[in-house]
């Protein structure tokens, strides 16, 4: 039976197990949005497609499965070169598709032409650097080879954006529908087998270890290993410290949680290891700029080093490993585990010496270092917040540095940091987005300045009628920027102060509900008025402009 390539286009995404389709229409791809009016497939209209993009990132983040973004040609694919960067640098799998003219007005200046030929603008070439693979589909006789390839890297352990350009007289071409019988839409059950050598190096390091350390990254969220991690930890008397994105991969209120480590942290985690550990073993953890302080040879100077991650490419990328383990972090760690059972140790046996972790209390005292002054309220909040937790909630963190330092994420909780590209006006895009993949409660956070980015998305929520909260942190001013102009540049403020909107009347128009924390009686009023997991809720958090936290990125 024939049917058109829009058809077939939709019926791809059905098999590939999309759910939903984030984006906006324009009439280059409109016989793709035609085909998905009678699919199972939910559409999204989003504001904007950089808010799509950044939707279908949050779904994928939240579910771990294929999302989609569907824009029209030229400014709609232009406008979500951002979400798909974040996605990129996120390794989410998350398929673009977008329209294109026709293939016989190619190089004649088409309207939102983007074909490369003849001057115009290049789509395929404008995201070769941030997707894994990009294709403009000129003719169907290779249409089983595109999809299978696309196919293929959505569906990978180490997964990222595809983009599937389709002209439009293409989109109505009619192809036999059996060519998707040719297309492998199903997960490769085969993963990365792991040597016995291997998982007995790194049993050895750990048992040899007087007081080693574990740096638990978001690899272990992603492969669904935080249970082996506590099992690990617990077995073997060791502390874990997180990086920003692996925040909650061991509860942070137990005993052997040491925070999270990275430079806008209170730097506890930093002065245990450097003070204490004589080995570290990093659990899909890229130990980037943030977590590293900026590669700080001081941190694992004289420690032996551990490495388990399933992408080849992060293996002695930064610093040479002792043992080096690409893996599934189950498999190595169910490995670990049951090596070590099988030696057939006491605990009394596994190691002689162990440096305990401080308290809990004296942990967090040291927000006092990063936070000097100003910034009560916004800890008074996130206090309360952990004593009346929505369970399940999921937390998208654009402003970052409050409830990294200030909540300590649990059980049932997922926090969700703007770790990608770090882009501003993330935060309310990727929580709606999640919101669709999960019934679940969700609350986005970030500055005034990201607010205004992404805003209008808010309308998203309202059209589909989803829940969320948005906590804005409002201090008239680029927050970081004019803290480096503080610290750096003599003062010199330039390009970072503004005048905000009455966010009151701004809720209002929007239909959401407002609150506004001046005081620390107001933290209790809002605890006390707002739904956090069926309502729809600004709340505006005041903060001095000149307080600035008490950290250095050391950029000059």
């Known amino acids: 039976m024939k049917i058109q390539v829009s058809e077939l286009m939709v019926r791809f995404l059905e098999r590939l197990g999309v759910e939903y389709a984030f984006g906006m229409p324009g009439a280059h791809i409109l016989p793709v949005y035609d085909a998905l009016y009678q699919s199972s497939i939910r ?6 497609e950089q808010g799509a993009a950044f939707m279908a990132g949050g779904c994928s983040r939240v579910s771990g499965r294929i999302s989609c973004c569907i824009t029209t040609a030229g400014p709609g694919a232009t406008n979500a070169v951002t979400g798909i960067a974040n996605a990129y640098a996120d ?30 603008v290049d789509q395929c070439a404008l995201f070769a650097s941030i997707t894994h693979y990009q294709k403009l589909i000129e003719r ?138 004589d080995a570290v073993l990093f659990l899909g953890a890229s130990f980037n700029e943030r977590t590293s302080y900026l590669w700080d040879d001081e941190l694992l100077r004289g420690k032996r080093i551990a490495q388990v991650d399933n992408d080849p490419g992060q293996l002695n990328k ?33 190691r002689k010496s162990v440096q305990p972790s401080d308290s809990i209390e004296v942990r967090d005292a040291g927000n006092s270092e990063i936070f000097r002054s100003g910034f009560a309220l916004a800890e008074g909040f996130f206090r309360q917040l952990q004593e009346d937790m929505p369970p ?10 409050f409830a990294q ?78 803290k480096n102009q503080f610290q750096n540049y003599g003062e010199r403020y330039i390009d970072c102060d503004f005048v905000n909107p009455d966010y009151r009347q701004l809720a209002a128009s929007f239909g959401l509900s407002y609150q506004r924390i001046e005081n620390q009686a107001d933290v209790q009023q809002v605890f006390g008025a707002v739904d956090f997991s069926g309502g729809r809720t600004l709340i505006e958090i005041m ?14």
């Open 43 to 48: 559409t999204v209209l989003a504001k904007h």
């Open 91 to 120: 390794r989410q799998p998350v398929l673009l598709i977008t329209g294109e003219t026709s293939t016989h007005i190619f190089g004649k200046g088409g309207l939102q032409e983007s074909s490369g030929e003849g001057g115009a």
């Open 140 to 277: 169907t006789d290779y249409l089983p080879n595109v999809l299978n390839q696309a196919a293929r890297i959505l569906l990978s352990d180490t997964p990222g954006p595809v983009l599937l350009s389709l002209p439009f007289n293409v989109q109505k071409e009619l192809v036999d529908e059996s060519v998707l019988d040719q297309v492998v839409t199903q997960r490769p059950l085969n993963g990365i087998s792991v040597r016995h050598e291997e998982i007995s190096a790194l049993t050895d390091l750990l048992l040899e270890s007087r007081n080693p350390v574990i740096v638990a990254g978001y690899g272990c969220i992603r492969a669904g290993g935080e249970s082996l991690v506590d099992e690990l930890s617990e077995r073997l008397d060791i502390p874990v410290t997180t990086s920003l994105k692996g925040k909650g991969v061991i509860a942070e209120a137990s005993p052997r949680s040491l925070g999270s480590l990275g430079v806008t942290s209170t730097g506890y985690a930093y002065r245990y290891i450097v003070d204490h550990a």
């Open 318 to 350: 930064v610093f040479h490993s002792d043992v080096a383990v690409n893996g599934d972090i189950r498999a190595v760690l169910g490995g670990v585990l049951s090596a070590i059972g099988q030696r057939g140790l006491s605990p009394a046996e596994i």
């Open 392 to 401: 399940g909630l999921m937390v998208f963190d654009d402003n970052i540095i």
């Open 405 to 482: 330092n200030f909540l300590n994420v649990g059980e049932g909780v997922r926090f969700y940091p703007n770790s990608g590209i770090s882009s501003l006006g993330h935060a309310i895009p990727a929580a709606i987005g999640a919101r669709f993949a999960k019934q679940a409660p969700v609350m986005a956070i970030l500055g005034d300045g990201g607010f205004q980015m992404c805003c209008m998305e808010l309308m998203t929520a309202v059209n589909y009628d989803l829940p969320i909260t948005v906590l804005m942190f409002n201090n008239a001013t680029m927050g970081l920027i004019r």
């Open 543 to 556: 903060l001095d402009r000149d307080a600035f936290p008490n950290y250095s990125s050391r950029r000059h």
